[in-house]
């Protein structure tokens, strides 16, 4: 059995999906700044979460919906997933974004399953609150640890690939670890690095 997870914002999709949702509702400069300061360490992953999706508080559940089933996927990723298959991987999503974006990208690249977060929906509009798989920091590599040991996948049979600093946790239980265009704090941590927008890049590795 051999196992390849990926981050979805800004790995599997070109950019974060809270930045679209924030300049649809009009706080992208607010979201950004703190996107982009978790991405690179600097903040607690739960607390700055909690932070961006409180500001999207109000904006119609349906916009949210139908802009996330069109985000921009990344260049190569779909070829990237359909060769890992053809080797024999699960492939598997985790997002510390949220289940209305990884969903939609799911039936056009063909991972297998996605966890992910969910806005929390009321009388049709965000709530401004958020819980779900990806919340913490250290999300990403307890619940791959846990499907390591339900799949009986080994440390050396596992990738990971992703951007930013949430993404380390899951280095730390895979013997392939990708830095995919990636923040600095994520690159120290990896033994391969890709920093071409193309996915296909990955199969090298392979």
Known sequence: MKL?????DSTLMDGETIDFLAKAHGVEKEVSTITEAAMRGEL???????T??????????KIAEEMCACLPLMNGAKEAISGLKAKGYTVVVFSGGFRIATTPAKAILGFDVDF???????DGHLSGLVGGDMMFG?????MLRRLQNLLH???ENTIAVGDG??????FECAAKKVAFCAKPILKNAANIVIDEKDMRNLLQFI
């Not at 390849?4 to 979805?8: A, E, P, S």
């Not at 961006?52 to 559940?61: I, Q, T």
């Not at 992910?116 to 009321?122: D, G, P, S």
């Not at 250290?138 to 307890?142: A, M, N, P, V």
């Open 4 to 8: 390849c997870v990926f981050d979805f």
């Open 44 to 50: 607690d992953f739960f607390e700055s979460l909690s």
């Open 52 to 61: 961006r999706v409180g500001l999207l508080k109000g904006m119609n559940a």
């Open 116 to 122: 992910a977060n969910v806005l929390h929906v009321r």
């Open 138 to 142: 250290f999300s990403k590599g307890d």
């Open 153 to 155: 996948v080994s440390y």
């Open 165 to 170: 600093a949430n993404d380390i946790s899951m």
